[in-house]
């Protein structure tokens, strides 16, 4: 009977052993989702040439704040998304999906497009990250792509667009063309690396974009 207890009690510890290991697995994984980074892969060409259909990138989901997990609530703040970032968010027109563009407006801007070309509160924008494809400009009044707004960007919400101009669905397409914006609330995080690339047929690596810094 001891024989017997001695090797029940070391099944129980055994047990024991794996469900708390088991527990703090979940738990680690839960505070890297939450608080760390997450992965995300490129399906469309809406940030060409930045990102390319294939990448896969790494966002830092603290980079604008720690949050409560499963929750919105920011418990310890840490700075403010800047014009120019990189973003993961929650789509404003179905949340179910994520997107990823570049903030160009912050709250309070004025965000206007002219013929092609984006201005900030009345200034032309330094926009050295978009790039255009289609020459043609089409006239404003029948479309927003080229042209658009003005519009003052709510508090706590912010402008987006793809740096592939011509070929992107953002900021200026939303809800029918009125204009939408991001909730700060909604963003996941900031992209901030390529850790790895297919090709557009996943046939290939591409060996030069593995490691490249998002700016």
């Known amino acids: 009977m001891f024989i017997r207890r001695r090797s029940e009690k070391k099944k129980k510890s055994i047990i024991r052993e794996y469900l708390e290991a088991l527990i703090w697995a979940v738990v680690l994984a839960l505070i890297i989702r939450t608080w760390g980074v997450q992965a995300f892969k490129i399906p469309s060409g809406s940030m060409i040439p930045t990102l ?38 929650l789509y404003p027109e179905d949340r179910d999906k994520d997107f990823i563009k570049r903030i160009i407006g912050l709250p309070g801007d004025v965000v206007e497009v002219r013929d092609k070309t984006v201005y900030i509160n009345g200034k032309k924008l330094e926009d050295h990250w978009g790039k255009y494809t289609d020459a043609m400009v089409l006239p404003s009044g029948a479309q927003t792509r080229d042209n658009f707004g003005p519009v003052r960007v709510p508090p706590d ?32 995080g900031k ?22 810094i998002l700016h």
Not at 163 to 184: A, E, I, L, M
Not at 196 to 204: A, P
């Open 157 to 188: 919400q912010y402008f987006v667009m793809g740096d592939n101009r011509d070929q992107s669905y953002d900021s200026r397409f939303w809800f029918g063309g009125r204009g939408g914006f991001v909730p700060r609330k909604d963003i996941l």
């Open 191 to 212: 992209a901030f690396i390529i850790y790895w690339s297919w090709t557009d047929h996943g046939f290939g690596v591409r060996w030069d974009r593995i490691g490249k």
């Open 52 to 89: 390319l259909i294939g990448d896969h990138l790494l966002v830092s989901k603290s980079s604008y704040g720690i949050k409560l997990p499963f929750s919105d609530t920011v418990i310890i703040p840490i700075g403010d998304p800047e014009r120019g970032d990189i973003v993961v968010f």
